[in-house]
C-alpha cells in the first residue's frame, strides 16, 4: 500500500491536471482498476512512474538454445509494405525489424513506451507531445530522430501515397500536422480533439512502423526498421528468414534466427504443424482445425479481442433502404450457435455494433438481440416483403467467413429472404478498395473481415460515418455522425461511456451492419514451446521464445 501511495504522490508531483483527474476518479471509485490502466496508460501515466499501478512484467534476460522458431503463415496477399499493409499477414512479418511509437497490449487493453519513452496531451486534447527513446538506431546504423517519426506520419497522411492509414488518420491528423520541436520530441497537431490519439501511432495501427526519414524504394528489399530482427531472405509467395539485430537498443533476441513459411490456405499450414515442418501456427481459427485443438502435442494460445466480422446492408438503395429489412436480417440469427459452431465457443456473441466487451466503454446493459424468427417475418411484412425477397451476399474466402455466409444464408431462408452467395477471393472482393471499384463497398450486401483494435474509433468512423472511406453500408446518420465526434473528443471515461451506450443503442435500431460475434485470437504452438507472445492485430514476438 505505501508503494501505491509513492506512486500516486509521484503523478501529483509531476502530473498534470488531466493525469490527477483520472486518479481522483479512481480513488473515489468512479473508475475501476481495469478503467485505470486503460486510461491512464494512454495518458502517460506509465511515464510517470504509474507502471507500478499496473503491476507490469519487468524485462527478464532468457536463454535459449534454439537457433530457428519455424513459423506457418498465411501467404501475403501483396507486397510487404507498411504504406500500403492491409492484409492479415504483414503484421507479424512488419514487426519482426518494424517498432512503433507505442505498443498496444491486448491483454490488459493499454498502451505501453516503445521507441517513445513518453506522451502527454495538452489541455484540450488538439496537441500531443511525444518524448523519444535516446541511444536507439536504424539496422542500417542511422540514428532515430524526430525527424524520422515526422515523415514516416507526413507518409501516411499523405493522400497521394497510396497510404493504407488515411482512413484511419482521417478528420484526426493530416499531412504536416506532425512536427518536431527537437531531436527527441515529436509533437502531433489534430485536426480535433481526441482521447484516443495514442492508440493511432501504436502498433494498433500496423501502417505505423517508424520508418528512416530517406527511406526509398521497395520496402521488402530493405525491412528497414529498429527492431530486434533484420531481414536475412525475403522469397514473395514462399517465405522469410530474419536473424538477430546485434546492435538492438533493448533486450537482444534470444533466439537467433526466426524462419516463416507462407501457406495460402490453413488447411496446410494445419498440414505442416502435424508434419512438424513449423513450430508456431498464426491466425489459427477453432473451424477446421479440430485435429489441433485436443491433441497434447499442441498448445493454443487465445486472447479476447475485438476481431469481428461485418455484415454489411446498402441503406441507400434497393430492399434494404427499410431498416425494418436489416433488423428481420439481424433477427432470424442464433449467435450462440455461432460461436459455438463457427469458433469452437473461442469467442463472445456481438450486438450488431462494434463495442467489443473488451472495450471498458462497452455498455452491457444494452439488451442482446435474440433469434426471433417470428418477430422477424412481422417486420418483413410490415415492410412490404410478406413473400420475401432476394439479395446477393458478396464475400471473401478467408477462414470460417465462407461457412458463416452459408449459416446466414440458412437463416434468411427461415424468414423467407432468398440470398445468394458470391465467395471471392481477397484480392477479387476489395478490388482498388473506392467505391465504383470494389465489389466490397459496392454490393447491396456483404461481409468483411475487420481485425482487432484496442479502441473503437476506426470501426465507428470510416465504416460507419458519413462518406467514410469503409462505409460499405453507405449510412448517412446526421445524429450518429455528432455522437461519434462527441466520443473521440472527450478525454473523460465516464463521458465516454455514457456516448457509447447512445451509440450501441442507435445501431441497434438502424442496423446498417449486422456483428454476429467478436472472434478470440488463437495462435498455436508444440507444447514444449515457451515465451511465444502475439498481438490481436496479429503481430508476433518469437525473440524470448524456448523450447522446453
Known amino acids: 500500500m505505501n508503494n501505491k501511495r509513492n506512486l500516486f504522490r509521484n503523478i501529483r508531483d509531476y502530473g498534470d491536471d488531466i493525469q ?60 510487404i509494405d507498411p504504406l500500403t499493409a492491409f492484409d492479415v499477414a504483414s503484421p507479424a512479418l512488419l514487426n519482426q525489424s518494424g517498432e512503433y511509437l507505442v505498443n498496444a497490449n491486448s491483454e490488459t487493453v493499454s498502451l505501453q513506451p516503445a521507441l517513445a519513452s513518453s506522451w502527454r496531451p495538452n489541455s484540450s486534447g488538439t496537441i500531443w507531445t511525444f518524448k523519444l527513446r535516446s541511444g536507439v538506431r536504424f539496422q542500417n546504423g542511422q540514428p532515430l530522430t524526430a525527424a524520422d517519426v515526422v515523415a514516416t506520419f507526413d507518409r501516411l497522411t499523405d493522400p497521394d501515397t497510396g497510404s ?76 522469410a528468414s530474419f536473424v538477430r ?150 464475400t471473401e474466402s478467408f477462414l470460417e467467413m465462407p461457412d458463416l455466409a452459408v449459416v446466414v444464408q440458412n437463416a434468411a431462408k427461415s424468414i423467407g429472404a432468398n440470398i445468394a452467395l458470391r465467395v471471392e477471393s481477397q484480392e477479387a472482393y476489395y478490388g482498388k478498395g473506392v467505391t465504383g471499384k470494389s465489389d466490397w ?19 465507428l468512423r470510416s465504416p460507419l460515418m458519413t462518406g467514410g472511406a469503409w462505409n460499405a453500408a453507405h449510412f448517412a446518420n446526421p445524429q450518429y455522425d455528432e455522437l461519434v465526434k462527441s466520443y473521440m473528443s472527450t478525454l473523460e471515461v465516464q463521458q465516454q461511456k455514457r456516448i457509447a451506450g447512445r451509440i450501441e443503442r442507435l445501431l441497434a435500431d438502424e442496423t446498417p451492419v449486422i456483428i454476429p460475434y467478436f472472434a478470440d485470437s488463437l495462435v498455436v504452438t508444440r507444447a514444449n514451446l515457451d515465451g511465444v507472445r502475439f498481438s490481436a492485430m496479429a503481430q508476433l514476438y518469437l525473440d524470448q521464445a524456448k523450447f522446453a
Do not use: C
Not at 263 to 270: F, K, N, R, S, V
Open 164 to 239: 493504407a492509414a488515411l482512413g484511419t488518420f482521417k478528420g484526426v491528423l493530416s499531412k504536416g500536422g506532425t512536427q518536431a520541436r527537437d531531436a527527441e520530441t515529436v509533437e502531433f497537431h489534430l485536426e480535433s480533439p481526441n482521447g484516443s490519439f495514442p492508440w493511432y501511432v501504436s502498433s494498433d495501427t500496423v501502417n505505423a512502423v517508424i520508418l528512416p526519414s530517406n527511406f526509398k524504394g521497395a520496402y521488402e528489399g530493405s525491412f528497414i526498421g529498429t527492431g530486434p530482427y533484420r531481414i536475412e531472405h525475403f522469397q514473395p509467395r514462399v517465405g
Open 20 to 79: 490527477n483527474h483520472v486518479v481522483d476518479e479512481f480513488l473515489a471509485g468512479r473508475l475501476s482498476r481495469r478503467e485505470l490502466l486503460r486510461t491512464g496508460s494512454i495518458l502517460g501515466l506509465w511515464t510517470l512512474g504509474g507502471a507500478g499501478l499496473f503491476n507490469a512484467p519487468s524485462a527478464r534476460a532468457a536463454t535459449s538454445s534454439v537457433a530457428t522458431i519455424r513459423v506457418g503463415h498465411p501467404m501475403p496477399s501483396g507486397a
Open 441 to 459: 463497398l459496392d454490393s447491396p450486401m456483404g461481409m468483411t473481415d475487420y481485425g482487432h483494435r484496442g479502441v473503437p474509433d476506426s470501426f
Open 245 to 394: 539485430n546485434e546492435s538492438y537498443w533493448g533486450q537482444k533476441a534470444s533466439v537467433p534466427r526466426v524462419e516463416f513459411k507462407f501457406y495460402g490456405e490453413q488447411q496446410g499450414q494445419l498440414l505442416a504443424m502435424q508434419g512438424r515442418e513449423v513450430d508456431v501456427l498464426t491466425r489459427f481459427t477453432a473451424h477446421g482445425g479440430l485435429a489441433l485443438l485436443n491433441n497434447p502435442e499442441f498448445k493454443i494460445l487465445g486472447t479476447r479481442s475485438s476481431t469481428h466480422r461485418q455484415i454489411h446492408m446498402r441503406t441507400d438503395q434497393g430492399v434494404f433502404k427499410d431498416k425494418r429489412v436489416r433488423q428481420a436480417i439481424a433477427l432470424s440469427l442464433d449467435r450462440d450457435a455461432m460461436v459455438r459452431g463457427l469458433l469452437g465457443g473461442r469467442g463472445v456473441v456481438a450486438n450488431d455494433n462494434p463495442f467489443a466487451p473488451v472495450f471498458p466503454t462497452f455498455d452491457p446493459s444494452i439488451p442482446q438481440k435474440p433469434k426471433d424468427v417470428n418477430g422477424a417475418k412481422a417486420l418483413l411484412a410490415a415492410a412490404g416483403f410478406s413473400y420475401g425477397f432476394s439479395t446477393t451476399l458478396t
